[in-house]
């Protein structure tokens, strides 16, 4: 299948690692010219040929950095990818220990990075008649008792996909969401991520957590994601081959969900 994306001009935000690496990889192999963003530019991110920008994009300075020298170094931005999410601080905590702190912090990097990159990008995406992935997760849609805060934040950043897709169809612009179950990356593996705290908080050992997770969670495929398969899903709604698809929240989850 021709994609059609030979040529284009890219941004993906996280690229350093995980999905958004994934995603860089990916789009880079199709021909696309990628400016990657992430507060490290790692050996990873820069083997893929990307243009590189390090910035913190929890802010709207480092946002302001991230699009003036996409723009710069692109002369225009057919395809964005805002991926930057879940981040450091993320706890398993419930309602009652989530102060207005953490609850600030969340919504800055899960739905108010999303809000300034897409507000920062959309000029030059209604010139290009371009495309847009957002990366939500299926906590949007099965919030559990916690983090309560990233559930709400992503539900926000889903609903924000479809007003985009409504509000910039008629410009030119297709906006999707994406959102994945759990995916192997840093944010399950690693002892300091997520999924390390979680598995502390039940006294278990990670690795041993990691893999009776697909049971835990009653995954119908019976494993985890890779970053790749997310990736895939990305790249092909970025694509002339998705070129009628706009304002959907596709669901890539190995079956973790149950409802229809
Ligand atoms: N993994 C999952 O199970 C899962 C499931 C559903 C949805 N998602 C969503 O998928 C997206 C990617 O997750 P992932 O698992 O690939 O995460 P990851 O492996 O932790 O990667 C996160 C990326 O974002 C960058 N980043 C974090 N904070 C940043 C900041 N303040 N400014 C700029 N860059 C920042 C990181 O680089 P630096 O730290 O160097 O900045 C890294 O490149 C997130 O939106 C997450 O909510 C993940």
């Known amino acids: 299948m021709d994609l059609g994306l030979a040529s284009k001009r890219a ?3 996280g690229a350093s690692r995980g999905i958004g690496l994934a995603t860089v990889r990916m789009l880079a192999d199709e021909g696309v010219r990628v400016v990657g963003a992430a ?8 083997e893929t040929g990307a243009i590189t920008v390090s910035a913190d994009l929890s802010t709207a300075e480092g946002v302001t950095t991230l699009i003036d020298r996409a723009l710069a170094e692109l002369d225009g931005i057919d395809l964005l990818v805002n991926n930057v999410g879940a981040g450091d601080e993320m706890r398993p905590v419930g309602f009652l220990d989530t102060d207005d702190t953490e609850w600030r912090r969340t919504l800055d990097i899960n739905l108010l990075t999303a809000v300034r990159v897409s507000r920062a990008a959309l000029p030059s995406l209604m010139r290009h008649r371009g495309a847009m992935v957002n990366i939500s997760s299926i906590a949007s849609r ?29 410009h030119g612009v297709r906006v999707n969401t994406v959102s994945p179950g759990v995916v192997r990356t840093s944010v399950w593996e690693t002892p300091e991520g997520f999924g390390g705290k979680v598995a502390a908080a039940a006294g278990a050992d990670l ?8 049971e835990i ?14 990736a895939t899903l990305v790249t092909f709604l970025l694509s002339d081959a998705a070129c009628n698809i706009t304002g959907a929240d596709y669901v890539i989850d190995g079956g973790t969900m149950k409802s229809a």
């Open 217 to 230: 969670l009653n995954i119908t495929t019976g494993r985890l994601l890779e970053p790749e398969e997310v």
């Open 39 to 46: 507060r490290t530019i790692t050996p990873e991110l820069t």
């Open 207 to 214: 690795d041993e957590f990691l893999q009776r997770m697909p």
């Open 11 to 13: 941004v993906v935000t």
């Open 142 to 170: 099965m919030p559990a008792a916690s983090p309560v805060a990233y559930s709400a934040a992503k539900a926000a950043l889903t609903a924000l996909g479809k007003s985009l897709a409504e509000e910039f169809g008629p």
